[in-house]
């Protein structure tokens, strides 16, 4: 069969429309380590495929409804699925992750989760700063990467809108937590030091035990009634 120069034009065109479309594009490189990442000791909390890895709290298995995997993204329905708990425990690293949020939405990665039947930990809150009440709480201590009703940002995040991606990191080195959003450091606190332990009593978590220490302790991602997705949740264990 014969084609003309136009007509294999046209067909080199679509197959670039194909392999350039947007599902193409949010799957390429995600939720994967490359060599630098592997040789630095990085590994991946979730795999783009599956919830291996992890399992509801006071459970081994995890959730069965509300929760699925979607174009790479970990997916939270926020219809009582529930939370998801890291089989895995940690105590001094650096956690890194993608995120979006439904407009309204609320929820938060934790950490140090010391009880795997509790929700309990240090909470990076994920929030829509503008639609969701709980930003007016708190005097900034509920806005999007605070530690949840203990510290607010220190310097103005630069979050992105309900339904574009954000980049978030949280390291804890000795003592020493920083909580960063978007390349920018906004937070940092030290466990257990006078400052943190008064900011502690004066927060909901206040008769929690050792609430505010460094803690071994599980990973958490919170359902908290509203649609969020994550993906490229990645940690680096610091020995």
């Keep these: 069969m014969n084609f003309s120069l136009s007509t294999f034009r046209k067909a080199l065109r679509c197959l670039v429309v194909i392999a350039t479309s947007s599902s193409c594009l949010a799957l390429a490189g995600q939720n994967e380590l490359d060599a630098s990442e592997k040789a630095a000791g990085w590994q991946l909390l979730f795999d783009g495929a599956n919830l291996q890895g992890w399992h509801s709290p006071g459970k081994t298995t995890f959730p069965t409804t509300n929760w699925n995997v979607q174009d790479g993204w970990l997916h939270c329905l926020g219809k ?73 940002p ?67 991602v919170q359902d908290h009634s509203a649609e969020v997705w994550f993906r490229n949740m990645k940690i680096r264990v610091i020995k």
């Design 80 to 152: 009582g699925g529930g939370d998801l708990l890291s089989e895995e425990q940690f105590e001094e690293f650096e956690l890194t992750w993608e995120w979006r949020l439904s407009v309204a939405g609320n929820s938060g990665v934790k950490y140090f989760v010391a009880d795997a039947r509790s929700p309990l930990g240090h909470e990076y809150q994920i929030l829509d700063d503008d639609g969701h009440p709980d930003a007016k709480l708190g005097n900034g201590k509920r806005i999007t990467a605070s530690f949840y009703d203990v510290f607010g």
């Design 154 to 220: 220190q310097i103005k995040a630069p979050v992105n809108k309900p339904g574009e991606v954000n980049f978030s990191r949280v390291l804890v080195k000795g003592n020493h937590v920083e909580h960063w959003i978007n390349k920018v450091k906004v937070l940092e606190y030290e466990c257990g030091s006078p400052a943190t332990l008064s900011a502690v009593q004066e927060s909901k978590f206040k008769k929690t035990p050792n609430f505010g220490e460094r803690l071994k302790g599980r990973i958490l």
